[in-house]
């Protein structure tokens, strides 16, 4: 049985622009390991696979996005972009593969603790 992943990975370029969504999953108790570039993000998922990671949406690309799914197992990560109300990126899922999802700014606490539990919850099914 593969171990559980046990924090959440933010990536982000500036700190500033996460302080809102760090302050809702310290409110949940979840454990947060902030990225600042895509290679801090590869380094930490080869390390420890995250079972839910969160980026910013100008920082994506399909082949970073394969290469996160690699190291981390594939389908035992959840890995959302955030986006804002605005951005057209999110309506079009089907266009963005590897993505599971898109979380639109104003983020609510019940909406962050759904995605968590459901992260989660994927993560510990895909393990048994």
């Not at 990225?35 to 380094?43: F, L, R």
């Not at 910013?56 to 197992?73: G, H, K, P, T, Y």
């Not at 979380?103 to 606490?109: A, H, I």
Request: charged share 15%; with cysteine; glycine share 4%.
């Amino acid at each position: 049985m593969a171990s559980q992943a046990s924090y959440v990975l933010l990536l982000a370029p500036h700190t500033e622009e996460l302080h809102g969504l760090e302050a809702l999953l310290a409110q949940m108790h979840c454990t947060v390991k902030i990225a600042h570039s895509a290679d801090q993000a590869i380094a930490n998922v080869s390390q420890e696979p995250p079972y839910l990671v969160i980026l910013q949406e100008n920082l994506w690309v399909e082949a970073f996005i394969n290469q996160m799914r690699s190291l981390a197992d594939g389908d035992r990560m959840t890995l959302v972009v955030i986006t804002e109300r605005h951005s057209p990126s999110w309506l079009y899922q089907e266009q963005n593969p590897g993505i599971d999802g898109f979380l639109v700014k104003p983020l609510s606490q019940d909406i962050l603790f759904s995605l968590i539990h459901s992260a989660s919850a994927r993560q510990h099914c895909l393990s048994s």
